[in-house]
């Protein structure tokens, strides 16, 4: 279920529904996920919640669920012990835009993404990824330290 907040403006295109609003301040605030995937719902014309990850599950089960051929958005809460043994978390927003996804695809999530991104105040990094490479556990890793 969702709930848009506003219409689309003619820059972005897309409204965020209030559903993803919430579950990411989950995530942040609760820590009740791991992981939570947006897709584009172009009926509605809004950002909604299409998968989310409970705290038990890895990066590659993240990175598993993200489809091999169209674009998504995605949170992921990575914890990690820094060299002075203190336990640390940030989130990372991920534009997932695989290279064999639609034109049509590639174009709307570009387009709505800073939007998007906006509304989701908390994120430490941003990453853009066109294959797993570009997003492995590694660049996550290497980013957060």
Not at 59 to 74: H, I, Q, S, T
Not at 78 to 95: G, H, L, P, R
Request: neutral net charge; proline residues 3%.
């Amino acid at each position: 279920m969702s709930f848009r907040i506003r219409g689309p403006n003619a820059s972005s295109g897309m409204g965020v529904a209030d559903h993803s609003k919430n579950t990411f301040l989950e995530l942040q605030r609760k820590k009740v996920y791991r992981y939570v995937i947006f897709k584009i719902d172009e009926k509605k014309k809004e950002v909604v919640v299409e998968k989310t990850g409970g705290t038990a599950e890895s990066y590659d089960d993240f990175a598993a669920a993200l489809p091999e051929n169209d674009c998504r958005y995605a949170v992921y809460d990575f914890d990690f012990v820094t060299s002075e043994n203190c336990q640390k978390s940030k989130i990372f927003f991920i534009a997932w835009s695989p290279a064999v996804s639609r034109i049509r695809a590639k174009m709307l999530y570009a387009t709505s993404k800073d939007r998007f991104r906006r509304e989701l105040d908390g994120i430490h990094y941003e990453i853009q990824a066109t294959d797993p490479t570009e997003m492995d556990l590694e660049v996550i890793r290497d980013r957060a330290h």
